[in-house]
């Protein structure tokens, strides 16, 4: 796993918050602020605590690197990569990766700011091909990656089931 910061930084309105790289012992705090994202965002579907718990849990050996975004010790935005293909030679150089900021944070440079200290960090690992998907109806994230030179590789047809309803996703991508 990846270890970086803590940095500081500045948003858009001039807030200071920092960034961090967080590890396996902080998984209870982060189960917690993960529910609260997902009750608060519509682009992804909620669950309960104990649950997140659970899957960080098993899935925590495929992440590659785990970034938080505070304001006062509260994580207000996350982002995970993780190596999807770890055990093959032909794949290993891919990195797969999903972010989340609360809506009281979008448009304050948090998305612009996680995406590029990502990918600094995954070039020293030997990534070079990051990839994630986004909800067609999520416009914002979608112009936030076109803007740092991520593109659209294709759709996915039905490939989120959010609160009983299918959603499209689109397939974005960038060298690095």
């Not at 899935?59 to 010790?73: C, P, S, T």
């Not at 067609?136 to 112009?143: E, G």
Request: hydrophobic share 40%; proline share 2%; aromatic share 10%.
């Amino acid at each position: 796993m990846s270890t970086y910061g803590p940095e500081e930084f500045t948003l858009h309105n001039g807030s200071k918050v920092s960034i961090r790289a967080l590890d396996a012992s902080q998984l209870e705090k982060i189960a917690k602020s993960v529910s609260q994202f997902a009750e608060e965002i519509t682009h992804t579907q909620e669950a309960d605590a104990a649950f997140l718990i659970d899957e960080l849990k098993k899935r925590w050996e495929l992440v590659h690197l785990f970034l938080g975004v505070f304001e006062n010790d509260q994580l207000i935005a996350y982002l995970t990569l993780r190596r999807p293909f770890p055990d093959r030679p032909w794949a290993k150089h891919i990195g797969e990766f999903g972010f989340m900021v609360l809506s009281r944070y979008w448009e304050q440079g948090i998305g612009s700011k996680l995406l590029k200290v990502m990918e600094d960090l995954a070039k020293e690992s030997g990534i070079n091909r990051l990839e994630a998907r986004v909800r067609i109806k999520n416009q914002r994230a979608t112009n936030l990656f076109i803007r740092n030179h991520y593109h659209i590789e294709g759709k996915r047809r039905q490939a989120a089931l959010i609160n009983g309803n299918y959603e499209d996703e689109y397939f974005v991508a960038k060298i690095i």
